[in-house]
C-alpha cells in the first residue's frame, strides 16, 4: 500500500476524531476565554505570559484516547488498517495531533502577538516562550500517547494531571524553607547537581516550565525527552498485535 | 482468473506457552470458495489474523500475492464517533479510487447487500449489529477485492442476507477472487464451497478439493469424522 493514501487517511480519521470529541472543543473553548479573561481583569502581560504557560496542555488534552480504547476494543481490526495499516495509523497519530496542536497554538498566538505589537507591548523577545511551549506540547503528545498503551482513554491525561498536582504540592511545601527548590527554581540557577537532577526529573512532569525566560535552556532536555519518549512509542508499536482481551 | 492468491507456509502463534497455530500450511486458489472449518479454540481466527497482519507469527511464512484483500471479521467493531459514509470515503481513498466513482459504487454495493444507504449517514456504532455486518461487507466489497476473508460470514445476518451473502461469494469466486471463509455453519458453505481446510487444536490436519473422492456423503461428515478421529495431522 501506497504510503501517502496512508498518511491521507490517518490526517483524516485524527481530525474527525477531535471534531467530534466534545472535551477537545471545550478545552479549545475554555483556553482563549480564560486567556482574555486574565487580559482584562489583570494586563496584556499576564495574559500573554498565562498564554505561553498554559498552551503546552492544550497538546495535552488532545492525546487522550490515542492507542488503548482503540485496540482493545477491536476497532483497528478493520479492513482500513490491514497489512500494519494499524500500526501507521497510530505513530502517524503523533504527528498529526502536533501539527494540530501548533496550528490551533499559532492561530491564538499571532492575533494576541501582533495586537502587542502595534501596542508595544510585546516584542520579538516572546518567541522564544512561544518556540518552547510548543516544544512542551509536543512533548506532551509523545507521553500522552505513551501512557495510552497502558491507561483507558481519557485516564492517561488524568494521571499525568494528577502527577502534576502533586509536584506542586511538593513544591509549595518546599516554600516554607529558605533556601529550599522553590527559591532555587525562582532564581533559575542550581548550584549542585543534585539541584539540577531534581529540576529534570521536576520538569519532566511538568515541561510548562521551560517557557521561563531563565530556564529555557532546558528545552533541549525536553526535545531530548520527547525524543525518547517517541522512541519508546516507536518500538511498542511496532510490536503491537491486536488482542482483545 | 487462476493462480493462487495466498500462501501459508509453517505458521505458528503461541500464546504465555499454549500454541494457538501450530505450523500450519495451505494455500488458496482464485476463483475457488474455500472453507475454514474447525471447532471452537481450533486457531481458525488466530490464523486469519496472523494472515492479515493483525497478530505477529511466532515462525513461518505467508505470501500474500492478491491486490487488494477484503476481509469481514466475526463481530465487526467501528469507531465511535465516525459515520458510515466516512468510513468508506477513507476506504475508497486508500484504494485510490477516485472521486467520480465513489458515489456510484457505494449505491451499487449498498442495492446488493440490502443496506439502506440512508444509514451511511449515522454513525455506524449505532447500526443493528446486522447492518454493522452487512457494513462491513460493504467495506471489502467497495475495492473489489481479489482475496476476500470472512470469519463466520453468516452471524448476525437474517436469512434473506444469508442467501445474498452465498450468491455473493458465488460471483466473486466467478470473477476470479479467492474466498476464505470461517464458519461453523457448515450447512450453509456446503452449498457453495469448492475447497476445505480442517484446523484441530492449532494443526491443519485436512486439506481437500470437493471434486476429490471420498467415502463422506456431506461436509458435515467429513468434519465430524476428521475432528473426531485420533489426531495426526496432515
Given amino acids: 500500500m501506497p504510503d501517502r493514501p496512508r498518511r491521507q487517511v490517518t490526517f483524516r480519521l485524527t481530525l474527525l476524531r477531535l471534531r467530534r470529541s466534545p472535551a477537545a472543543w471545550a478545552a479549545a473553548a475554555a483556553f482563549p476565554g480564560f486567556i482574555l479573561f486574565l487580559w482584562i481583569k489583570e494586563s496584556y502581560g499576564t495574559a500573554l505570559r498565562s498564554f505561553l504557560f ?6 495535552l488534552f488532545l492525546s487522550q484516547d490515542m492507542v488503548g480504547d482503540e485496540v482493545r476494543e477491536g476497532r483497528l481490526e478493520n479492513v482500513l488498517f490491514l497489512e500494519n495499516g494499524f500500526k501507521c495509523y497510530l505513530f502517524g ?3 498529526v495531533l502536533v501539527l494540530t496542536g501548533a496550528v490551533y497554538g499559532l492561530g491564538l498566538f499571532i492575533p494576541l502577538w501582533v495586537i502587542g505589537l502595534v501596542t508595544h507591548r510585546s516584542g520579538w523577545g516572546d518567541l522564544p516562550g512561544l518556540i518552547t511551549a510548543l516544544l512542551a506540547g509536543v512533548y506532551y503528545v509523545m507521553l500522552g500517547g505513551l501512557l495510552s498503551h497502558y491507561l483507558k482513554g481519557g485516564s492517561n491525561v488524568l494521571v499525568l494531571i494528577v502527577a502534576q498536582a502533586a509536584v506542586f504540592i511538593g513544591l509549595l511545601f518546599s516554600a516554607t524553607q529558605k533556601g529550599g527548590f522553590l527559591d532555587l527554581f525562582t532564581s533559575g540557577h542550581f548550584p549542585d547537581f543534585a539541584a539540577k537532577l531534581e529540576f529534570l526529573a521536576f520538569a519532566a512532569v511538568i515541561p510548562n516550565v521551560i517557557v521561563a525566560g531563565r530556564l529555557q535552556s532546558y528545552a533541549l532536555w525536553i526535545a531530548g ?9 516507536w518500538m511498542k508499536i511496532r510490536r503491537l498485535e491486536l488482542k482483545r482481551p | 482468473m487462476s493462480g493462487t492468491a ?5 505458521l505458528s502463534k503461541s500464546f504465555a506457552g499454549v500454541m494457538a497455530v501450530k505450523d500450519a500450511d495451505f494455500s488458496l486458489e482464485r476463483g475457488r470458495i474455500t472453507a475454514f472449518l474447525g471447532e471452537n479454540g481450533a486457531g481458525k481466527t488466530t490464523t486469519i489474523k496472523m494472515v492479515l497482519g493483525f497478530l505477529r507469527r511466532d515462525s513461518g511464512e505467508v505470501k500474500l500475492r492478491a491486490r487488494t484483500v477484503g476481509y469481514v471479521p466475526e463481530q465487526p467493531a467501528f469507531f465511535s464517533w465516525i459515520k458510515g459514509g466516512e468510513l468508506l470515503d477513507c476506504m475508497l481513498r486508500l484504494h485510490g479510487v477516485p472521486l467520480a466513482h465513489r458515489r456510484e459504487r457505494i449505491a451499487t454495493w449498498c442495492e446488493k447487500l440490502s443496506l439502506d444507504p ?7 456504532p449505532s447500526y443493528s449489529q446486522g447492518n454493522r455486518k452487512k457494513f462491513s461487507y460493504l467495506q471489502s466489497l467497495l475495492v473489489s477485492p481479489d482475496l476476500f476473508i470472512v470469519d463466520e460470514p453468516f ?3 437474517d436469512p434473506t442476507s444469508i442467501m445474498a451473502a452465498r450468491r455473493l461469494f458465488c460471483e466473486l469466486a466467478e470473477g476470479g477472487a479467492a474466498v476464505f471463509m470461517s464458519t461453523h455453519l457448515i450447512s450453509e458453505v456446503e452449498k457453495i464451497y469448492d475447497d476445505v481446510i480442517i484446523i484441530r487444536g492449532g494443526a491443519v490436519i485436512l486439506r481437500k478439493r470437493r471434486e476429490d473422492p471420498g467415502p463422506w456423503p456431506d461436509l458435515e461428515t467429513l468434519f465430524l469424522s476428521s475432528v ?6 496432515v
Avoid: C, D, W, Y
Fill in chain 2, 118 to 124: 440512508g444509514l451511511l449517514e449515522r454513525r455506524v
Fill in chain 1, 54 to 59: 498554559l498552551l503546552p496542555h492544550t497538546f
Fill in chain 1, 225 to 233: 525527552l520527547s525524543a525518547l519518549v517517541l522512541f519508546i512509542q
Fill in chain 2, 155 to 157: 452471524t448476525a445476518l
Fill in chain 1, 93 to 95: 497519530k503523533n504527528a
Fill in chain 2, 228 to 233: 473426531r478421529s485420533p489426531f495426526r495431522g
Fill in chain 2, 6 to 10: 495466498l500462501v501459508v507456509h509453517g
